[in-house]
């Protein structure tokens, strides 16, 4: 079993940045995938960026593109993600998740891959 735990969340100005971390427990974080999802207000989950074990590999919603970027360090056993440029859109839950399976680049987009889930962390951007 994998705890995810998030961080970093808040209040934040539009225009401004943030930084959420996700650490997780257990001996194979490096193994896993790693994604951030969000939910803003009256709207399904949505995909926000993945990396593969060793953050070789990294894939971005276009909404995100540009403006977010997703690392991690497996020594820390913790994912992060780097958003900038923020919008009053970007309004949202954040949620970190972990995929046991190989990294799977466009599909990494489906929640249903991801085997573990972080209980989320509020991001609110005002104007």
């Known amino acids: 079993q994998v705890q995810l735990v998030e961080s970093g969340g808040g209040l934040v100005q539009a225009g401004g940045s943030l930084r959420l971390s996700c650490s997780a427990s257990?001996?194979?974080?490096?193994?896993?995938?790693m994604g951030w999802f969000r939910r803003a207000p009256g709207k399904e989950r949505e995909f926000v960026a993945v990396i593969n074990y060793s953050g070789r590999y990294i894939y971005y919603a276009d909404s995100v593109k540009g403006r977010f970027t997703i690392s991690r360090d497996n020594a820390k056993n913790t994912v992060y993600l780097e958003m900038e440029s923020l919008k009053i859109e970007d309004t949202a839950v954040y949620y970190c998740?972990?995929?046991?399976?190989?990294?799977?680049?466009?599909?990494?987009?489906?929640?249903?891959?991801?085997?573990?889930w972080g209980q989320g962390t509020q991001v609110t951007v005002s104007s």
């Open positions: 257990g001996r194979s974080f490096s193994t896993y995938s």
């Open positions: 998740a972990a995929d046991r399976g190989s990294y799977g680049g466009i599909a990494a987009q489906q929640a249903s891959r991801y085997d573990y």
